[in-house]
């Protein structure tokens, strides 16, 4: 099988990580990957924004996970058995699970595609990430995870534009399992050829 279609197969949202940091090299192919997602127009106006700061990850991620206020999975509607997320399991505190490096994707409030343009940076180094054996997951409520004061604060230090908003987070590190069973078979009888 062709290796990136392999990569794509094999990659799947890891949400229990190592208390290990990703390597700088690794982490530098991740974001050349993002660099290089399509985008409407060639315009290029995702930013890339990586923190590797332990306290203001945890304080952020306890922010995106208080969004919850209490378990919205059922025992039919879930979102994972084998890795539960917060919306499983209210006692998980930490929106980004643990995860050594979040990485958070910007772009302009109010262009048409900024929230797709977005979404393919994270799909490519979500990728990229899998294929250097690197976990990772999409996490959204971005809006929520900067709606406090240090998440005001954040903002002006990392300096996003004002007329930029944070569409969503990919939080990235080595998983603390490699269970194979986290990948699940695909559904049947989602395909229409016409």
């Not at 590797?52 to 378990?71: C, H, M, P, V, Y």
Request: aromatic share 8%; net charge positive; hydrophobic share 35%.
């Amino acid at each position: 099988m062709n290796e990136v279609i392999k990569n794509m197969i094999d990659r799947y949202s890891v949400r229990k990580f190592k208390d290990e940091q990703i390597k700088e090299s690794e982490l530098n192919q991740i974001i050349k990957a993002g660099l290089y997602a399509p985008n409407a127009g060639s315009r290029q106006s995702a930013i890339i924004a990586v923190c590797q700061d332990t306290e203001i990850n945890r304080a952020l991620g306890k922010q995106n996970a208080s969004a919850f206020k209490g378990r919205v999975s059922t025992n039919t509607a879930y979102i994972s058995k084998e890795q539960p997320s917060i919306a499983d399991d209210p006692t998980i505190g930490d929106g980004f699970y643990g995860a050594a490096t979040v990485i958070t994707l910007f772009a302009p409030r109010n262009f048409l595609y900024s929230e797709m343009d977005c979404c393919l940076v994270a799909e490519n180094m979500m990728l990229a990430a899998c294929s250097l054996g690197i976990g990772s997951c999409f996490i959204g409520r971005t809006v929520e995870t900067f709606s406090c004061d240090l998440g005001q604060e954040v903002l002006r230090k990392w300096d996003i534009p004002s007329d930029c908003r944070a569409f969503l987070h990919v939080i990235l590190g080595y998983p603390a399992s490699s269970d194979p069973a986290h990948r699940k078979p695909r559904k049947e009888g989602r395909v229409r050829q016409i």
